[in-house]
């Protein structure tokens, strides 16, 4: 196959429910490949698998983000492009150092016995079910990082299921295949009512303040204390939350095949917190629910061979270099004692996570305590995928928890 007819095939059915072999086969032709012209790759000049090329062009502040075209005429473009996930410098600097406060190692600590409490909560409300069958994702994936983010950030829990459904069809939307016009109506009523929410939210924590970031980011807002308007704090938070709760859930439900699939990790996790953390690292190497991300060129220059005009995108793929043969022997082999660099799941550069920490926290901490609760634990029916490219992952997980 060449190029074109692999990036057809990852774009079919088949390609969604397992695109790593289209992956590989995009490997044998080198780091970076040019597309094929094709009008719906009427941006997009090449397609990066290599992992030191996609980790140099991440680190590259020269390569930046292009705001789509009529962004200013889409609430959810704009709640995009006022927010520091998409755009670039001065205004990503100004708005992350605002944020950035917020992740500090003491807050960290502060979160770990949440995460404990919501996880154990969890886990209990699971064993009523007995030897019944479970959705992992409903019963465990989703509501730790909701719950967990819901509280940091100061967001109401009875809210969050009306929450969810907004963040779906923004998740939607933001799919390769997403930009149909029934999924940018469905995303832009999800961005306005996710405004109105907020906005609701910050007066009436002028009102009655707390100990969450939105209580702390309001009054600073109001004492001038920080370089953000609120209506870039408000698209902040959507993006923000949403960003730092679903990339978590896909962590766990991709995660849970993988581990059961090693029965010999998954006996020794509840005791071996280094291993924990190993297999929190392999998992996202392996099963990172980001995919795609794009970057464009500053100017006419050349990739490893291939030219790139300036303003023109390459699109990076980057499950592909966290499966790079050249970084990682035996990339489909789960190894949670792996050596070697670390997986790009997080980005890296200027726009690497902000709550990658988070993630991380919440997987090291929850999965030791999941397989101890359950070492029984086994998946009963074929795991239901996303069906998205750019965040791919696992929606359905029943699984039976052994008693």
């Given at each position: ?17 397992d695109p790593y072999p289209w992956y590989a086969g995009l490997h044998r032709f080198g780091p970076v490949s040019a597309v094929p012209a094709r009008a ?364």
């Amino acid at each position: 196959m060449d190029v074109g007819e692999l990036l057809t095939g990852l774009y079919s059915e088949q390609g969604r429910q397992d695109p790593y072999p289209w992956y590989a086969g995009l490997h044998r032709f080198g780091p970076v490949s040019a597309v094929p012209a094709r009008a719906e790759h009427s941006t997009v000049a090449a397609v990066a698998v290599g992992y030191d090329l996609i980790d140099g062009l991440l680190r590259d502040p020269e390569w930046t983000k292009q705001p789509p075209p009529g962004w200013e005429e889409q609430e959810i473009l704009r709640t995009f492009q006022t927010s520091m996930m998409f755009v670039n410098p001065p205004d990503h600097t100004r708005m992350r150092h605002v944020f950035s406060r917020a992740f500090t190692p003491r807050r960290l600590g502060a979160l770990e016995p949440v995460i404990l409490r919501v996880v154990d909560d969890l886990l209990d409300r699971m064993a009523d079910a007995g030897e019944g069958v479970v959705d992992f994702v409903a019963d465990f994936a989703y509501p730790i990082p909701a719950l967990v983010m819901a509280e940091f950030i100061g967001i109401p829990t009875g809210d969050l299921a009306w929450y969810r459904e907004r963040v779906e069809r923004i998740d939607e939307f933001l799919d390769v295949a997403g930009k149909t016009p029934q999924r940018l109506a469905a995303a832009n009523t999800a961005a306005q009512e996710l405004r109105v929410f907020y906005r609701e939210l910050l007066a009436h924590r002028r009102r009655v303040p707390g100990d969450d970031l939105l209580s702390g980011l309001v009054e600073a807002l109001d004492a001038g204390e920080v370089e953000l308007t609120e209506e870039e704090l408000v698209s902040n938070l959507i993006v923000l939350f949403n960003a730092s709760f679903v990339t978590t859930v896909y962590m766990f439900s991709n995660g849970l095949p993988l581990l059961l699939a090693h029965p010999e990790t998954v006996a020794a996790l509840p005791t071996d917190e280094k291993l924990a953390q190993g297999c929190v690292d392999e998992v996202l190497r392996m099963a990172s629910p980001v995919h795609f991300l794009a970057r464009a060129a500053p100017d006419d220059t050349v990739l490893d061979g291939v030219p790139i005009a300036k303003d023109d995108n390459v699109l990076i793929m980057i499950a592909a270099a966290n499966r790079d043969p050249a970084r990682f022997p035996a990339p489909d082999t789960f190894d949670p004692t792996r050596p070697g660099p670390p997986s790009l799941a997080f980005g890296a550069g200027l726009h690497f996570c902000i709550g990658a920490a988070v993630s991380r926290l919440e997987g090291r901490l929850a999965l030791p305590r999941l397989f101890a609760r359950f070492p029984g634990l086994t998946v009963t029916e074929t795991p239901t995928y996303s069906g998205s490219l750019v965040l791919r992952g696992i929606d359905k997980l029943l699984v039976s928890t052994g008693g």
